[in-house]
């Protein structure tokens, strides 16, 4: 018996991590469906895109006191009992625990395109990364599918390996849901200056090609040549092994402060990173899943104490959790760094600069400042930065 | 005993989330480069090693 962490990504890495730093020392058993110890994913769009993804180049610093965990990789957690205290993983091993961490993030959103397969990827894996990499040739004509971060990263990297981008989205504007309208438009200038073809407000009705995507046509008719097709179009929170438990998995898995499922069954369970829908004291009650690379640090810390005092008999802090969200974005040279929640926003107005240059754009709610986001100006955002920290005390 | 302090400055991208850790040793100048001290006293060997932590180009090595 023990810990049970399923999934090995940076949220269940840090929970670990916690566990030990806090004085837990039973087993820990670290579940993974992808072959790899816990990486590193933002270079995936960026870095390693662009030169050649290097596994070992990726993979995070394991701390000494993860030494004895127990990893089982390439086995997914298929079914979960919370009351027995067990998990079920897809080769039938049935994994007993005394507290278990729900570390299993997302996976990208797919689209029911009718049409050919092949030639169609996301991109949230190594394996995803290589297969895109490996088309990425000067000459490809590549169509991306959602103008958010990864999608506009994955533009900005193909233009700078020579290939052509196109970029296909149902939004107005690029990025306009974690930037807004003016600095999205912004954004979108950017890209078209470094040639990329922006068709907004549009889906993809089909996809042609006897073996692979050799084209694609829009809803307003437009039909595009592709030879390889990037899916970025939002995720599915990956908590179909928890089913049958009672949990609130309307969006990831709902979790109060302490990071803890609310539910009798999952007394000592608890949920971190992408898949935990928690609360957040700097933008009111609601609980939030935020995907952002950060958050499972700042989850996994949290719930790593919690599960460590529940087995300890002790009781866990259940104070307010307050972190404060943290986005960076490269695309070609620009560095684009925001902190709060951008997207909760019901104005606009850039403090400084150009909206079309380096500049500093602020985020107001009803509350006041809720988000900030830096084009190439990150070292002046510290003062921003504070201003929505400071909104933890009112 | 003191901590060592090493930033891969090739990978470094200067997003300065070490500094939010561990502000005595990392910091960001006027011009927005990192600069960083390579030793620190032991009794900060937690907030360096949480500085290493949440670097997004996980850039910082600690002994
Ligand atoms: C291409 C890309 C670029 C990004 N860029 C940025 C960026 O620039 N800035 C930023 O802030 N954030 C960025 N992010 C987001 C950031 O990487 C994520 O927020 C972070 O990886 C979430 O970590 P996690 O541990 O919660 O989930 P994950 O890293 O997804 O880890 C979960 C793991 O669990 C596994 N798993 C799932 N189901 C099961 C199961 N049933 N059994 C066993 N294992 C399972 C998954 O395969 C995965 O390995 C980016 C993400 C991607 C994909
Ligand atoms: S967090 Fe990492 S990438 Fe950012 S400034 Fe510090 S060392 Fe450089």
Redesign the interface.
């Given at each position: 018996m023990g810990v049970v962490i399923v999934g090995a990504g940076l949220g269940g890495l840090r929970a670990a991590e916690t566990l030990r730093a806090k004085g837990y020392t039973g087993a820990i058993t670290i579940v993974g469906d992808e072959p790899h110890h816990p990486y590193n994913r933002p270079p995936l769009s960026k870095e390693a895109l662009l030169g050649g993804v290097d596994v070992d180049g990726l993979l995070f610093r394991r701390r000494e006191s993860l030494d004895d965990v127990e990893w089982i990789l390439g086995n997914a957690a298929v079914a979960s009992d919370l009351s027995a205290r067990t998990v079920t993983l897809a080769d039938g091993t049935v994994l007993p625990f005394d507290g278990l961490v729900i570390a299993s993030g997302i996976r990208p959103r797919r689209l029911p395109i009718p049409g050919p397969k092949d030639g169609r990827t996301c991109l949230r894996t190594i394996e995803e990364a290589r297969a895109v990499r490996d088309r990425l040739t000067p000459d490809a004509r590549v169509l991306i599918l959602g103008a958010g971060f990864i999608g506009c990263e994955a533009a900005a990297t193909a233009r700078k390996l020579g290939a052509e981008a196109t970029v296909v989205a149902l939004d107005e504007q690029p990025m306009i849901r974690p930037l807004g309208a003016e600095l999205g438009a912004a954004m979108r200038r950017r890209h078209e200056d470094q040639g990329v073809h922006f068709h907004l407000g549009q889906s993809i009705e089909a996809f042609h090609g006897d073996d692979r995507v050799r084209s694609a046509t829009l809803s307003d008719g437009t039909e595009l040549p592709a030879d390889i097709v990037i899916e970025a179009v939002g995720s599915v929170p990956n908590v179909e092994w928890l089913e049958g438990n009672g949990l609130d998995l309307s969006d990831g898995v709902l979790v109060d402060s302490a990071m803890q499922v609310s539910n009798e069954a999952g007394a000592n369970v608890v949920a971190v990173g992408d898949v935990a829908r928690h609360p957040d004291a700097l933008f009111g009650p609601v609980a939030r899943r935020i995907e952002h690379w950060n958050i499972p640090t700042e989850t996994g810390r949290r719930a790593g104490a919690t599960l460590a005092a529940l087995l300890a008999g002790e009781e866990p802090d259940r104070g307010p959790f307050t972190a404060m969200p943290s986005f960076w974005s490269d695309q070609y040279d620009h560095k684009i760094q925001s902190f709060g929640l951008p997207g909760l926003a019901t104005s606009t107005r850039v403090a400084d600069g150009d909206v079309d240059g380096p500049c500093i754009v602020e985020y107001h709610d009803d509350r006041g400042l809720v988000g900030v986001v830096g084009v190439d100006r990150t070292q002046d955002l510290v003062p921003y930065r504070k201003e929505i920290a400071a909104r933890a005390d009112c | 005993m003191t901590v060592r302090i090493h930033v891969d400055m090739d990978k470094c991208?200067?997003?300065?989330?070490c500094c939010?850790e561990a502000d005595d040793v990392f910091q960001?100048?006027?011009?927005?480069k990192l600069v960083y001290s390579t030793e620190a006293d032991d009794s900060r060997r937690e907030a360096v090693e949480s500085a290493?932590?949440?670097c997004?180009?996980?850039a910082i090595?600690v002994e």
């Open positions: - | 991208q200067h997003y300065g989330q939010f960001l100048d006027d011009a927005g290493a932590d949440v997004p180009m996980q090595t």
